[in-house]
């Protein structure tokens, strides 16, 4: 295992996320605790050492689940990283009794990294709003011993973090980004890093697969990959991407089985990051992704918690990007008809309220009600 100082602790490079756990029976808020004992079981004896949840994942199981499964470790042996919930304003003025509900939820004495989850463009206000009382409350924490290590993470554009940063820049100690190849120049990646070493601030990613978007590629772009690198499967172009940028501590991967765990851990056996050619090959793939437009989701579920009618929002965008892009490239696009077609009429996108509740949870601030409108627009 890859291992990086920060702050004086030895952190694997690979960390453990929590937001895609294995599930039963799709059931997105049933984790498959077997299985994810076992995973944890599998990562800790290869040398994985950060794990990392949140309040929402799983419909709030995720936290108790994973510090069960490593609370049959000694305690000095992980680093368990938890958030407070700031993507859903409603949570603003309930600091103190979500994090006393996280602390007797995992049954820890104390976090070892904690962040405020998510600034974006929706939430700057209220988190730099003062009479809410989060970031006072939160230092009081750390100084208490019950927070190790204080961060956030980013979903905002390069002028929300630069807002959040001139207020709160030193008293953060890290800061978990959406980096990959694609987000790189798509999502103003390689400012966002600079940025953050202007405040000596290290760097933990989040989505380096942008929710699997990066594991597989068309037959082109992997054969102009596999010519440079024979033996390197798609993922890992990902993942030695970010091994090739200094600022990168921690790589957190939310694995939903455990071939992607097995996968992932042998990845980061050795260090391999790219060369100039490989990495002007890389974004290349990168320009011609993000010029197909797709919609940005990455499968995180938090809309869904927030639809009155209870879509399943992430996979009806999956539809429609499959959708969008096959009859971008002239060809009859049967695939989502048909799967809409195994759906329940008041579970398709013309069921949308367009009433806004899961735009407000969104890190990708999607437009989803839009695109619900056009994707019935689309399949008539």
């Known amino acids: 295992m890859i291992y990086r100082e920060s702050k004086g602790l030895k952190l694997s490079q690979l960390g453990f996320g929590a937001m895609r756990l294995p599930v039963i029976d ?226 957190l991967s939310g694995m939903s089985d455990e071939a992607q765990l097995h996968a992932n851990i042998a990845t980061f056996e050795e260090e391999k990051p790219l060369d100039d050619n490989e990495m002007k090959e890389l974004l290349k793939v990168a320009e011609a992704l993000a010029g197909e437009k797709s919609v940005p989701c990455t499968a995180c579920h938090y809309c869904t918690d927030h639809c009155p009618q209870g879509l399943d929002i992430p996979h009806l965008i999956e539809m429609y990007n499959e959708h969008v892009l096959t009859t971008k490239a002239g060809l009859f696009g049967f695939i989502a008809p048909m799967a809409l077609a195994a759906i329940p009429e008041d579970k398709r996108p013309a069921a949308c309220l367009h009433c806004g509740s899961c735009e407000q949870v969104c890190p990708q601030q999607i437009k989803i009600s839009d695109v619900m409108t056009d994707f019935v627009e689309k399949i008539g």
């Not at 108790?64 to 859903?88: C, I, Q, T």
């Not at 809410?132 to 979903?155: N, P, T, V």
């Not at 953050?196 to 590629?217: D, F, S």
Request: charged share 30%; net charge negative.
């Open 26 to 251: 799709g059931d997105d808020a049933k984790v498959d605790v077997d299985q994810t004992r076992r995973m944890v079981d599998y990562a800790m004896e290869h040398g994985v050492n950060y794990y990392d949840t949140a309040w929402g994942y799983h419909g709030e199981h995720s936290e108790s689940v994973m510090a069960e499964a490593l609370g049959r470790y000694p305690r000095d042996s992980y680093f368990f990283a938890d958030k407070f919930p700031g993507y859903d304003l409603a949570n603003m003025p309930k600091v103190k009794e979500i994090f006393k509900t996280q602390m007797e939820r995992t049954g820890l004495e104390y976090f070892d990294f904690y962040l405020l989850h998510n600034v974006c463009e929706m939430n700057i206000e209220q988190y730099l709003d003062p009479q809410y009382g989060i970031m006072d409350y939160l230092l009081e924490q750390k100084k208490a011993g019950r927070i190790r290590h204080f961060g956030f993470s980013c979903h905002g554009e390069l002028p929300v973090m630069k807002q959040f940063l001139e207020a709160y820049g030193d008293e953060m100690e890290f800061c978990q980004l959406q980096l990959n190849y694609l987000d790189w120049t798509f999502q103003h990646g390689r400012e966002k890093v600079e940025l953050l070493a202007e405040y000596n601030i290290p760097v933990w990613v989040m989505e380096p697969l942008r929710g699997g978007k990066l594991a597989k590629l068309n037959e082109e772009q992997e054969q102009a990959l596999k010519e440079l690198r024979p033996q390197e499967e798609v993922p890992a172009w990902a993942f030695r991407f970010l091994q090739t940028i200094p600022e990168v501590k921690v790589i």
